[in-house]
């Protein structure tokens, strides 16, 4: 009888990571269909390079900003209760954006998406590491990882296809079924959890702060072009960023129940995967971005054919975040991560010699890097984070670490579109595009010294590698998680 229940319980537990990688889905399919609609939404709703980083940033600023909050309620109320609430949102809001005739409309419904993503993804995360033991969570994580390397795959081709033969606004509705399976198996195999420990109560103060500074620094880089970057406004808006994020600091250190408990930085391993975390997301989407542009209107590609264009990344995602997953439980997150981020820092510098005629040709390469170096570094780096807290606080730190993975993608579109500017001219726009693939380079390849600096050597779990009998190359060590201290 108790062998019996242990395979019912095992057989759950992989549902519901299924239902989790439903969630994952639906998110990172929505962001790579988005990109490669960009050019025919700016054609449509006759919008500016500002308006379509507006379309990007909507969402990903509102993501950011919530998800630490989305993740405390997840904890205070039950993850699978605020994961549902939030398929749902995202649902209803993507049936809304199907619809929008304008850039306002589309911008508010984005937002509205990021609001749901907010809520449903910390629960994603912290579900997978309660239900999953530390020495089996590298394999899941590797497997959820692996999924939303699927969404990005399936998403350019399926979006090119959608925008070329339906319309930009058609992009939003394929959320749906995919919405529904997500609710369905999440009310089937997930057990409700939460964290007891915690005082149910919402930092309401560091929200605001938090998201008045995110806001004004976003706001300023987007719009630097336009107002000039020594000009009233954008000045004004840098100063209030500044007073804000400090006030938000101050906060989170007087509250009873911050939004970011500063003192899980105090483990080196958590403090070098959120700065990591930050880092590969400024890169990866700006990238994106900005190629997407510079395929459809410099290259003169169709959507569908700037889609198709992307797979050799996203397919090089699919094949290799299982394999780190995996070789994260074997070797540690520290080596894959450091050589994750010095492929996206080739990736990077290769492509900021593009032109005006370069073909794929020369963009592949480029490509092929930076999902090879994005695969390395995603699971590698959620493994290590998750494993760096006590288990009862996963709903936060991972809200903690999706926070810093969006507030960087945010950025990286934010500043590399400042680099672009008010470019009247093909030649113009590929030079300035050039010179921020060449900073973004540089950002990444610092970024594989931070991970060589502060994240741990050991394991994913904490545990020293032990020398594995002789003969048995694959034999498991056994992981628990560990805090250690930046003082060490």
């Given at each position: 009888m108790r062998a019996r229940l242990a395979v019912t319980d095992d057989n759950r537990r992989w549902w519901t990571l299924a239902a989790m990688c439903f969630a994952l889905f639906m998110v990172m399919l929505d962001n790579t269909v988005v990109n490669v609609a960009l050019p025919s939404i700016q054609d449509d709703l006759h919008t500016s390079i500002a308006g379509l980083q507006w379309t990007v940033n909507a969402y990903t600023l509102a993501f950011g900003v919530l998800l630490v909050t989305g993740g405390r309620l997840g904890d205070i109320f039950g993850r699978r209760r605020i994961f549902l609430t939030g398929v749902v949102i995202f649902a209803a809001s993507s049936l809304f954006i199907g619809f929008s005739q304008t850039s306002a409309w589309l911008i508010a419904g984005r937002a509205a998406q990021g609001v749901g993503a907010a809520l449903m993804m910390p629960a994603t995360l912290s579900i997978i590491t309660n239900v999953f033991p530390p020495q089996e969570r590298g394999r899941a994580i590797g497997t959820w990882a692996g999924v939303s390397a699927l969404a990005l795959a399936i998403g350019p081709v399926l979006g090119g296809v959608l925008v070329e033969h339906v319309s930009w606004q058609s992009i939003f509705f394929i959320n749906l079924p995919v919405a529904v399976g997500a609710i369905a198996v999440t009310l089937f195999a997930t057990h409700e959890s939460r964290d007891e420990t915690v005082l149910p109560t919402v930092d309401y103060a560091g929200v605001a702060a938090f998201t008045i500074g995110m806001t004004g620094l976003t706001l300023a880089l987007v719009e630097a072009g336009d107002w000039g970057w020594t000009s009233a406004r954008v000045l004004g808006l840098f100063a209030l960023a500044a007073v804000a994020l400090s006030v938000f600091a101050v906060v989170e250190r007087r509250v009873r129940v911050p939004m970011v408990d500063f003192s899980f930085f105090a483990s080196r391993t958590f403090l070098g995967a959120n700065i990591v975390a930050f880092i590969v997301s400024f890169a990866m989407l700006g990238m994106f971005f900005f190629l997407t542009l510079y395929m459809q209107n410099i290259l003169r590609y169709s959507p569908l054919e700037a889609g198709i264009r992307f797979l050799p990344s996203t397919l090089m995602v699919i094949l290799v975040a299982p394999i780190a997953g995996r070789q994260t439980d074997r070797v540690g997150p520290r080596p894959l991560i450091v050589a994750g981020l010095s492929l996206v820092a080739i990736s990077l510098v290769w492509q900021s010699f593009l032109t005006p005629t370069s073909g794929f040709g020369f963009l592949l390469p480029g490509f092929v890097l930076m999902g090879i170096g994005i695969a390395l570094t995603m699971s590698p780096m959620s493994t290590?984070?998750?494993?760096?807290?006590?288990?009862?606080?996963?709903?936060?730190?991972?809200?903690?670490?999706?926070?810093?993975?969006?507030?960087?993608?945010?950025?990286?579109?934010?500043?590399?579109g400042a680099f672009i500017g008010q470019t009247t001219s093909r030649a113009d726009f590929v030079d300035s595009l050039g010179e921020g693939l060449l900073i973004g380079g540089f950002v990444a390849a610092a970024g594989?010294?931070?991970?060589?600096?502060?994240?741990?050597?050991?394991?994913a779990g904490g545990a020293p590698r032990p020398a594995p009998p002789a003969g048995d190359i694959n034999a498991p060590s056994p992981v628990e998680p560990a805090r250690e201290s930046v003082g060490a």
């Open positions: 290590a984070a998750m494993n760096a807290v006590d288990q009862s606080k996963a709903g936060v730190a991972s809200g903690i670490l999706s926070m810093n993975r969006m507030v960087g993608g945010t950025l990286g579109v934010a500043v590399l594989a010294v931070v991970a060589w600096r502060l994240i741990s050597p050991e394991l």
